[in-house]
C-alpha cells in the first residue's frame, strides 16, 4: 500500500459502485462498463480487485484500479486503468502494479498478464519498455462480418523478484504519462544526404 494513495478491496456495495461509476473515467478506455453488482460478484468468487483511494475516510473516491482473475499460474488483469484528469496518474498507477505484484505473491502466481492495445504506443511503452514485460501473444476476435473488434497483446510480467522499489514509481512511470512521448531520432534531424530518396 502507498502511503499517499492506499491501495485496497472496496469496503461496501458503496465503494463498488464508485468503481463502476470510475469505469466511465478510465485510462486506457474500456469496452465496458462491468456493473457494480458483477464487480461485487467477482470479488466474491476470488477474484482480485484493489481500488487505489485518494485517502482513507469514509468518503474517499477511486482514482484507479485493477480486477484481476487467476488462469492457471498466472493472474491476469481484465480491467484496469487510472482516472484520465489526475494530476499523478504515474504515482496511482505505480501503487496498483506493485499491489497486483503482492496479490500474485500471495497466489502463488509465476506470471501476471496484461492486455493492452498494441496500437496504443503510450501503454506499449510502459509495459514493454518501462515494466520490462514479454509480448508474445495476442488475442484477435471478430464479428459476424468478419471485421476486427478487439484486438489486445498480452504482456507478461515474471512474479518472485520482489516489491518494486519506491523509487520505480516517480522514475519510471513519470516519463510514460505525460502526453508527448517522442524521443529524437538517431543522428539528430539534418537533411538527408544528396542523392536520397525519401
Not at 481484465?78 to 500471495?106: T, W
Not at 492486455?115 to 519498455?129: G, N, Q, S, T, Y
Request: with cysteine.
Amino acid at each position: 500500500m502507498s502511503d499517499g494513495f492506499p491501495v485496497e478491496a472496496p469496503r461496501s456495495f458503496e465503494e463498488f459502485s464508485a468503481c463502476e461509476k470510475l469505469q466511465e473515467a478510465l485510462d486506457p478506455p474500456v469496452p465496458a462498463v462491468v456493473p457494480a453488482w458483477h464487480l461485487w460478484e467477482l470479488a466474491q468468487a476470488g477474484a482480485v480487485l484493489r481500488v487505489c483511494f485518494d485517502g482513507l475516510g469514509m468518503a474517499r473516491e477511486p482514482l484507479g484500479l485493477v480486477l484481476a482473475l487467476s488462469q492457471g499460474t498466472a493472474l491476469r488483469a481484465v480491467l484496469y486503468g487510472v482516472r484520465r484528469d489526475l494530476a499523478q496518474p504515474e504515482e496511482v498507477f505505480g501503487a496498483i502494479v506493485a499491489e497486483i505484484f503482492s496479490q500474485a505473491q500471495n497466489k502463488n502466481a509465476t506470471e501476471i498478464l496484461w492486455p493492452f492495445d498494441p496500437l496504443e504506443p503510450r501503454w506499449a511503452e510502459l509495459f514493454l519498455e518501462v515494466l520490462g514485460a514479454e509480448a508474445r501473444r495476442y488475442e484477435l476476435r471478430r464479428d459476424r462480418s468478419g471485421e476486427i473488434r478487439y484486438l489486445r497483446a498480452l504482456a507478461s510480467l515474471p512474479v518472485g523478484k520482489g516489491p518494486l522499489p519506491k523509487a520505480w514509481k516517480t522514475a519510471a512511470l513519470k516519463g510514460f504519462f505525460p502526453v508527448n512521448t517522442t524521443r529524437p531520432a538517431p543522428g539528430g534531424c539534418g537533411s538527408p544526404p544528396l542523392g536520397t530518396s525519401i
